[in-house]
């Protein structure tokens, strides 16, 4: 296959009647209350909810080939976490219909992991006006962080829309395309740049999650002093960008924050331009 | 240059100019059946309008992560049909279209048939009268995307594709090089507007079908072939690996943003890769 596959022809096939998946038995997409099916756009492909024997999954469509999805996905199973999915990867496994004939393509499947986003549960915390649940939120956030930190795995895309909070409060990573490991193959996945300091570029090492996770956390805490309704606009208070930038959004919470010294240094690293590591930062968190 | 990321904040841009000239009721194969140019563009513009849907599709609804444009070019005149300005791709999602449903079926190598489905909302409809006011639409290009750079200073460039089959009746041949060259100027903070050529002729010889070809490259013998090549960009350098690992050149060269003959499927899928920024969503 030379080209990506164009989202039209994976919602034709997920949504055909025939037999389009090749090994993956019971297989049934979820629809909407407009006839469609569920499915999201990611930066590798396409998610879809489906149901798998009767259990709900998400679904994995890969425009392009993935050697590198099937690595994470191998890589993952050897781990053990519940702040990851567990995937399954499927080499060439759905049918889809081409110009002239089918072709198929990788698609990894994933037990669907209950809750709402971070993001979502941010702006339905700010809009209820709740400090105390965006206390929890970041209790957790910090107690996720130090669990990535205290692996040999980073995410690689640390944003509050690639963090599901589950009914019991706790959180898991989702989107794992920019997984880095030391065996992984290497990958040229930036992160998203409001949460990204601009050095990190392709950089890929055991940092590349530090600048978002101190991002993050300082966020989630000082919206607890000043949970701002632009937040539900913009998704946080500042940006890499603007604390970076010492815009007066970010200055504004750290005088907010700087009460709580180990918060205090992590805002001094979010606005240090030189680097996108932030030394000691298990030790800092631990302290917040 | 060219590495700005689409955000809804710093959203991208995609603008189609429509050839809807009398030219375009020849007959033409396209996926394998035969049509008409007119249709044949109609379900291009369609397809890469429902895909940048698609790929804006997150957990509760579409995003904006792009505003479009389209322009049809025909008879006296070159319309926008979205209006004035770019339209947000929310706004494009929620237009109320007719649907095109479209049942295909594809038989496995063990001779089982499968059945697909899909439906195609009509924002463009295939029109085909008079000449072809090709000058005038790349103006009409120019005003709306220097609007759209001036409103969005940080964003990746507008892209803008012109479908056609190049036989222009309102400019000369320098006048619309003249033309497209003032629209490549256009630009933002990232980058200069990239302006890609779609060739479609009734010619379906394979000698017809060439995509992205490199300065040195013999042209297919076609009418107009050599105007869409020189109005066209030079890809940036990040398509440019792409571009050649799918040619086989060991290294990239200077490609054009042209193709003739070209899928939708090859369009939209080689336009996207190799740039870190449009991956991102497209």
């Known amino acids: ?35 469609q099916p569920k499915y999201y756009a990611g930066r590798k492909g396409f ?199 010492g815009h007066p959004l970010f200055l504004d919470a750290v005088s907010a924050i700087a009460s709580n010294s180990a918060l205090a240094t992590l805002c001094e690293a979010l606005s240090n331009k030189d680097s996108y590591k932030i030394p000691n930062l298990i030790k800092l968190l631990c302290d917040v | 240059m060219y590495n700005a990321h689409i955000t809804q904040q710093y959203k991208g841009a995609i603008m189609l100019l429509i050839d809807q000239s009398g030219s375009m009721d020849e007959e033409y194969l396209f996926n394998g059946q035969k049509t008409t140019k007119a249709r044949a563009v109609a379900t291009i513009a369609n397809t890469l309008i429902e895909e940048i849907i698609n790929r804006s599709q997150r957990r509760r609804g579409v995003g904006d992560y792009f505003d479009i444009a389209v322009i049809g070019y025909g008879g006296d005149e070159a319309k926008s049909l979205f209006g004035k300005r770019f339209r947000r791709i929310t706004d494009v999602d929620s237009m109320y279209v007719p649907i095109d449903n479209r049942h295909v079926v594809r038989q496995l190598p063990n001779g089982e048939c499968l059945n697909f489905f899909f439906e195609l909302r009509q924002w463009v409809t295939p029109v085909s009268k008079g000449r072809t006011p090709m000058g005038a639409a790349l103006r009409m290009a120019r005003t709306m995307s220097a609007a759209w750079c001036r409103n969005n200073p940080h964003s990746f460039p507008p892209i803008v594709i012109n479908i056609s089959d190049g036989e222009a009746t309102d400019a000369a041949y320098d006048e619309l090089i003249r033309l497209s060259n003032k629209l ?8 200069n507007l990239l302006f890609f050529n779609l060739h479609i002729t009734a010619n379906t010889d394979q000698a017809s079908v060439l995509k992205w070809p490199t300065i040195n490259e013999p042209l297919p013998y076609l009418r107009h072939s050599k105007l869409l090549y020189d109005m066209a960009s030079v890809l940036p350098p990040l398509y440019a690996n792409t571009i050649a690992s799918l040619k086989g050149h060991f290294t990239p060269q200077e490609y054009k943003a042209v193709c003739y003959n070209a899928s939708c499927d090859e369009l939209l899928g080689d336009i996207q890769i190799g740039s870190a920024s449009i991956s991102q969503i497209i």
């Open chain 1, 1 to 35: 296959m030379l080209h990506p596959i164009l989202g039209v022809s994976i919602i034709s096939s997920i949504t055909s009647s025939g037999k389009v998946v090749k090994n993956i038995k019971g297989f049934v997409p979820k629809y909407n209350s407009q006839g």
């Open chain 1, 47 to 245: 998610l879809f909810e489906v149901d798998i024997d009767g259990k709900q999954h998400a679904l994995k469509c890969y425009t392009q080939p993935q050697k590198r999805g099937e690595a994470i996905c191998n890589y993952i199973l050897q781990l053990s976490t519940d702040r990851l999915p567990t995937p399954t990867f499927y080499n060439q496994e759905l049918l889809i219909p081409t110009l002239m004939g089918v072709e198929s393509i990788d698609v990894s499947t994933y037990p669907w992991i209950e809750g709402k986003t971070l993001d979502f549960e941010i702006k339905r915390s700010v809009y209820n006006d709740n400090r105390e649940s965006l206390l929890r939120l970041a209790e957790e956030f910090r107690q996720l962080a130090l669990d990535i930190l205290n692996s040999p795995w980073r995410h690689g895309d640390i944003k509050p829309e690639n963090i599901i909070v589950r009914p019991n409060g706790k959180l898991c990573l989702v989107d794992v395309d920019a997984l880095w490991a030391p065996s992984l193959p290497p990958c040229n996945e930036v992160g998203t740049p409001t949460f990204t300091h601009p050095l990190r570029g392709t950089n890929r090492d055991e940092h590349i999650d530090d600048y978002s996770i101190a991002l993050v956390l300082a966020n989630l805490h000082a919206l607890v002093h000043n949970p701002a309704p632009e937040v539900i606009k913009k998704g946080l208070l500042f940006t890499a960008e603007e604390a970076l930038g």
């Open chain 2, 184 to 191: 490549k100027e256009v630009a933002t903070e990232d980058g």
